[in-house]
């Protein structure tokens, strides 16, 4: 079992940038595939991107191109760089971890804010 906590939040003006950590507690976060969404005040939990074992990654039409999702398997974490940021990113953002052999539950943080706006 694991438990992850996001960090890193904050406020940015447009264009700025911001990394977001996903730390892990608890069995090493380098057996699950980790995911990060945002939800928006009023709206529906979006899928931001996703990190499955080594450095396979995807991500979502919106953020493709200037986020970029990573390990540190050295500091059980993983990270959600985002550059060129833009008031529509203003969410809290969350992590999740699935272990990567589909068994078991999915495991959430509890969030940070990010906050772009000039």
């Known amino acids: 079992q694991v438990q992850v906590a996001e960090s890193g939040g904050g406020l940015v003006q447009p264009g700025g940038s911001l990394r977001l950590s996903c730390e892990a507690s608890?069995?090493?976060?380098?057996?699950?595939?980790v995911a990060w969404f945002r939800q928006a005040p009023g709206q529906e939990r979006e899928y931001v991107g996703r990190?499955?074992?080594?450095?396979?990654?995807n991500y979502a039409d919106s953020v493709k191109g200037r986020f970029t999702i990573s390990r540190a398997n050295a500091r059980n974490a993983v990270y959600l760089q985002m550059n060129n940021l833009k008031p529509g990113d203003t969410a809290v953002y969350y992590c999740?971890?699935?272990?990567?052999?589909?068994?078991?539950?999915?495991?959430w943080g509890q969030g940070t804010q990010v906050t772009v706006s000039s």
């Open positions: 999740s971890a699935e272990h990567l052999s589909g068994f078991g539950d999915t495991y």
């Open positions: 990190i499955w074992a080594g450095k396979t990654t």
């Open positions: 608890g069995d090493p976060l380098s057996n699950y595939r």
